[in-house]
């Protein structure tokens, strides 16, 4: 039997989610519901408290329990400019990442899972029980393009949503990051264009200034992603030498294609000879259960170069990634191998070991719920306390919030404020060649909502008021 509060709790749920309750309604007081339930006041007061724990309701002081939620609207689409851009990014995001404190009280910044939410001892035992069936073997290269016991089971999986690759058709990588460096590298010379989202994760756009690339941005909406319309018409202006997206929950937005937009967008790319690279690290988090098809469920002529790794839902640390090429796959294994040789096989037989046995599939379970309620805990906080006018997006899947401030305020400023007090966020001028996105935060939400770090939240709402 549940504890009495949670049961309380869950009938609260029920009136909430029936619409009966709107966002800044006020919610019954612990005395009342006390007298209702027939129950202590404290065992009403913890009910009330497991609600505003999962970012429902939110207490004001000498006022009681208000709904939150939803009286924000969402970012429009971004409309980027239409011709290429030179990415000088490098020096702003080296002086943001060294400026990372280690007294750190709300991780907003960094896309990473609570350590708190990671399998760690199941995790371990795979370690140990790949050390003692490996041996002395444990110590030595993986060379490309991995062991065949890792692809077998990444293949598995992929066949799960329709991927046309088996393992043969895989290399292992050192994380997502080295497989789309791998790509840019098969597809790119210095000085080709490369179409990116609007705003796009950062490590893209880091990748091509390292390998001098253009990037050329398309619009993409907060919840319908990438503009297929926008980008046929843009490569008949321009033709890219790649595409490079996240088509299935995208980073920083969560927004994510239909699945006849991403077979609207592989038709084409293969119909203008145009390699799509895929980055799917957020796929295994939907949108849905279990989760949709990949671009490269529907690439026939191995245009799609689809990339991957277990960084945000398991194991971010231990640097394994894949990339299954399609027709570039003879030149990413050449370089594959001069980028680093080999990989680590203790590494990857204990992930072959874990994915095998069930227990990726089980930690997701638990994990999935999670970060929903992780990111229904932030949005709801920072749809209560962030300034008027901030819009705030509403993604369907993953555990990151878009955040458009009010114009005037500098995203980097914000984040220099926030971090003297422990609180790490991700501005917006990472997220586009020319800091497009100065008045923008991306928080991170994959944390125990704690008090602390809702009170956190409430801070960086200060902060961006006083700003
Ligand atoms: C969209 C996206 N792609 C790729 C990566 C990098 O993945 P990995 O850690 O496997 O290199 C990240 C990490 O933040 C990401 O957010």
């Given amino acids: 039997m549940p504890p009495r509060y949670r049961t309380i709790a869950e009938s609260l749920r029920q009136a909430l989610d029936s619409g009966a309750l709107r966002p800044g309604d006020r919610v019954i007081s612990a005395r009342r519901l006390a007298e209702r339930e ?26 009681g329990y208000f709904v939150c939620g939803s ?41 990473l899972p609570d350590p708190d939410w990671l399998p760690v ?48 058709d895989l290399i292992i990588t050192a994380g997502e990051t080295q497989a789309m460096r791998l ?19 950062f490590g893209v756009l880091l990748l091509l200034e390292s390998l001098g690339l253009k990037a050329l941005e398309i619009p993409t909406d907060p ?44 038709a084409l790319l293969t119909r203008a000879d145009i390699p799509l690279i895929e980055d799917d690290v957020y796929g295994d988090l ?19 170069i689809h990339c991957s790794s277990l960084s945000k839902t398991l194991a971010p640390g231990w640097r394994i990634g894949w990339i299954a090429a399609g027709r570039y796959h003879a030149e990413v294994l050449k370089a594959r191998l001069e980028e680093s040789l080999a990989g680590p096989p203790l590494l990857e037989a204990a992930l072959a070991e874990f994915l095998a046995g069930g227990d990726y599939d089980r930690h997701l379970r638990r994990f ?22 901030a819009r705030i997006s509403r993604p369907t899947a993953g555990f990151l919030l878009w955040v458009e401030l009010p114009a005037h305020i500098d995203a980097l400023e914000i984040h220099r404020r926030a971090l003297a007090e422990g609180i790490s966020v991700s ?20 944390n125990e909502p704690t008090p602390r770090l809702l009170r956190a939240i409430d801070r960086l709402g200060e902060i961006c008021a006083k700003a």
């Avoid at 590298?185 to 994760?201: F, L």
Wanted: aromatic share 4%; proline share 10%; with cysteine.
């Fill in 38 to 63: 027939g129950v202590s006041l404290p065992t009403a007061v913890e009910a009330l408290r497991a609600l505003e724990a999962e970012g429902l309701i939110l207490a004001r002081p000498r006022s």
């Fill in 71 to 111: 009286q924000t609207t969402a970012p429009d689409a971004s409309r980027p400019p239409q011709a290429p851009q030179d990415i000088t990014m490098a020096a702003l995001a080296r002086s943001i990442f060294s400026g990372s404190a280690d007294n750190i009280i709300a991780p907003l910044g960094a896309a």
């Fill in 121 to 168: 001892a199941a995790l371990q035992r795979a370690l140990n029980s790949a050390a003692r069936r490996l041996g002395n073997g444990s110590q030595t290269y993986s060379p490309p393009p991995g062991r065949a016991d890792l692809r077998r089971q990444i293949a598995l999986r992929a066949a799960d949503w329709g991927a046309r690759f088996g393992p043969e």
């Fill in 183 to 201: 790509a840019l590298r098969a597809t790119c010379r210095p000085g080709d264009v490369v179409a990116v989202e609007s705003p796009t994760y």
């Fill in 223 to 266: 919840r319908d992603g990438l503009d297929v319309e926008f980008l046929a018409q843009a490569i008949a202006r321009r033709r890219p030498a790649a595409v490079i997206a996240s088509p299935t929950v995208q980073n920083p937005l969560g927004a994510s294609l239909s699945l006849e937009a991403k077979r609207a967008l592989v």
């Fill in 286 to 304: 939907g949108p849905g259960d279990p989760r949709p098809s990949a671009c490269k469920a529907f690439d026939e002529a191995g245009i799609v």
């Fill in 368 to 389: 999935r719920p999670k970060i929903q309620a992780g990111v229904r805990a932030v949005a709801s906080r920072a749809e209560a306390q962030f300034p008027q006018g």
């Fill in 427 to 446: 501005p917006g001028q990472l997220f586009s060649p020319q800091s497009s996105f100065s008045h923008h935060l991306r928080l991170n939400c994959a």
